[in-house]
Each structure stands twice: as structure tokens, then as C-alpha cells.
């Protein structure tokens, strides 16, 4: 399918076996030499050699360059190593960087592509359910400081998306059910159908089989899609997609990027913003309830025990959201999403401690 934003267009594709493929599901690349293939040791093992295969049937040169694994890759020192790679390697503007991992290998090799030489293309080959499903689509691309998540970055599209579900067949169980947190992020908020899709076939979506997870992949797509083609610089309608991530990158940052997985603390973080919409009677009794049931059938918990309120509420207002005072998107309904700005602050303490929060 095609993600469009102003003045570029890229194809997603999806589908079983297409590391081996790859190759044919590139737009043309005259000028590009050398694939340089950004992949964690682990990634790397499962999934590198087949991706060369395809790459090198395009004639391309792959150098593999290595990464911590998970969100330690996403600093300014790695960084700053992989640019200067680069560099020592004699990469030019037409190269090719190929994200092959999930989400923070994504963000970093894109943000990478987007300060090398001023830009340089990029493709996405996501891993992870997380990163099918939302990281890979839509150009953003950061690296972490200390003092908060992705507050280093730039918007820079990629120029292909390649989703080969059958390597969601590798992940931990504990990874594969933090991507279904994202999952039931977009069914909650943008494709209420999906919500449907996701009660009857739920067994077949736990075992991971390849049709119902290529379906979630791509509702999934297409409903980012959609929004991102008419809001690509988060300036407006595309907050929506941070639904639960205002709690969710607060708990993350104050956890050392080390307690929860992302998809864990999104699982929370929405649970909290049900909790707040219905605290100001902006959603009808029992959202909080219909989350938390949709949830616990994924294997997520939706809630659990939770740093102070005041650390909660200060690592908040780092939020790339916070224009002024903290926004929060909020559920009317489900699939009725709205942006909420001026909550109070005991309504917010309020739901924290109903959530375990102390203070």
C-alpha cells in the first residue's frame, strides 16, 4: 500500500518470505551502490544474510553495520559512530541505510540518514509487530537523551517499508505481545473494526499466523497512513497515534528505558487516559473496563505499580506534546479520538493513584 505526505510517496509492503525478495520491492536506486544494513547481533543472525540476498540481487553492495540491542542503540554516541562509519566507508548521497530490527533500530539508522550528508535514503525492513505496525511508517526517526525519549530527531521519509510477517514467528512472547499493545492502540482509537478482527481470531493472532498478522499489519498501515498523509509533522491530527504514549514514554524515561517494554507502558498508558476520559465525563462509563478486558486477553497488564505522582507528572511535561500545559488524547468513545489540553492536575493525580501511583 502507499504512504503519501507532501512531495513523497512510499510503498509498504507486507507479506510472507520478503527479506529474500527484497530487491523487487525497492523503487529504482540508479545511483546506489552500497546497501548499509544497520542490525543488532541477534537481528543480525536470524535475518541478515537472507536480506543480503535480496539486496544483492539488486546489484548492491551490503556492509552490515553493528548496534546495541534495544532502545541502548538509541543514543548520540552510537550515533555519531555509525555516521562516522559512514564516512570512513565512503558512503555517498545515493547509498542506501536499511533499518533491519524493530523500532529503536528504526528510529536511530533513520535519523542517521537524516543528518548523514544531509540526507541521505533510507529503507525500513521492520522485525518486530511494534515496528510493523507503527514505528516504520511515517518518517519519524530520533535518538534518546538522558532526560527524556526521542527529544533528538528529525522527520525523514523512508523510500520503501518491507514487512516480512513471518519473522514475527522469532519473537519473545513478551516482544510479540508488547506490538499487540499498538495493535489495540489503532483499533481503539482509529479502526474500531479491528476490535472485531482481534475477538474472533484470537487464537490464530497468538499463534502468529502469517494471514490474520499480514490483516493487523495492514489496518494497522493503512490507518497510520491516513493520518500521516494529512498531518506529517505531529502538528495537529497526528497526535492522535500517541494514544497512552504520555504515560507511556514517563514511565519509560523514569524506568531507565530498563523496566517495562514500550508496548507494556502504552498498555498502561491507555488504561490511564480511559481512566482520566471518563473522569471528565467525556467518555461513557465502562471504557475503562472494555480496555482493560481487551488487554488482559492480549496477556497485558493494565495497570501495576507506578512511581510517585509527582516524579509521573514531571517526566510528563517533557512530552513533545506539551504545548504550554500538558495534551492528552482522549477517547469520546471508542474510535472517537480528540486531543484534551488543560486537564487538572488533581484529576491527573487522582487517576494516578487510583493506579497505584504514591502521592
Do not use: W
Request: with cysteine.
Amino acid at each position: 500500500m502507499t504512504v503519501e505526505v507532501p512531495g513523497h510517496r512510499y510503498n509498504a509492503t507486507i507479506g510472507v518470505e520478503l527479506l529474500e525478495r527484497a530487491g523487487d520491492h525497492l523503487p529504482a536506486l540508479a545511483r546506489a551502490e552500497t546497501a548499509f544494513v544497520v542490525a543488532d547481533p541477534t537481528v543480525a543472525a536470524l535475518y541478515l544474510g537472507s536480506l543480503t540476498s535480496g539486496l544483492e540481487a539488486r546489484a548492491l553492495r551490503v556492509v552490515h553495520l553493528g548496534v546495541p540491542e534495544g532502545e541502548a542503540a538509541k543514543s548520540m554516541q552510537t550515533m555519531s559512530v555509525l555516521q562516522r562509519q559512514l564516512a570512513t566507508q565512503e558512503a555517498h548521497r545515493d547509498d542506501l541505510v536499511v533499518a533491519l530490527g524493530g523500532g529503536a533500530v528504526g528510529d536511530l539508522a533513520g535519523f542517521v540518514a537524516a543528518t548523514y550528508m544531509r540526507g541521505v535514503p533510507f529503507v525500513q525492513v521492520p522485525t518486530t509487530l511494534t515496528a510493523q505496525v507503527d514505528a516504520s511508517i511515517g518518517g519519524k526517526t530520533a535518538v534518546n537523551l538522558p532526560e527524556g525519549k526521542n527529544l533528538v530527531g528529525a522527520f525523514h521519509q523512508p523510500v520503501a517499508v518491507l514487512a516480512d510477517v513471518t519473522t514475527l514467528m522469532t519473537l519473545p512472547d513478551r516482544e510479540f505481545r508488547s506490538g499487540m499493545a499498538e495493535v489495540a492502540k489503532y483499533a481503539l482509537t482509529l479502526d474500531p473494526k479491528l476490535l472485531g478482527v482481534i475477538e474472533h481470531e484470537l487464537s490464530r493472532i497468538l499463534a502468529r499466523e502469517p494471514g490474520v498478522m499480514e490483516e493487523l499489519v495492514a489496518r494497522c498501515v493503512r490507518a497510520k497512513a491516513g493520518v500521516v498523509s494529512t498531518d506529517e509533522r505531529d502538528r495537529g491530527g497526528r497526535l492522535i497515534l500517541n494514544y497512552g504514549h504520555t504515560l507511556a514514554h514517563a514511565l519509560e524515561r523514569l524506568e531507565a528505558f530498563a523496566g517495562r517494554s514500550h508496548g507494556e507502558a502504552v498498555a498502561i498508558g491507555m488504561v490511564f487516559a480511559a481512566r482520566l476520559a471518563e473522569a471528565l465525563e467525556l467518555a461513557p462509563g465502562g471504557l475503562v473496563a472494555r480496555h482493560v478486558r481487551l488487554l488482559a486477553s492480549l496477556g497485558l497488564e493494565a495497570e501495576g505499580r507506578l512511581p510517585a505522582a509527582d516524579d509521573v507528572l514531571a517526566a510528563m511535561r517533557l512530552d513533545k506534546k506539551y504545548a504550554g500545559g500538558l495534551r492528552f488524547v482522549l477517547l469520546e468513545d471508542v474510535g472517537r479520538p480528540r486531543v484534551v489540553e488543560g486537564v487538572a492536575e488533581d484529576v491527573l493525580r487522582a487517576s494516578l493513584k487510583e493506579m497505584g501511583a504514591d502521592g
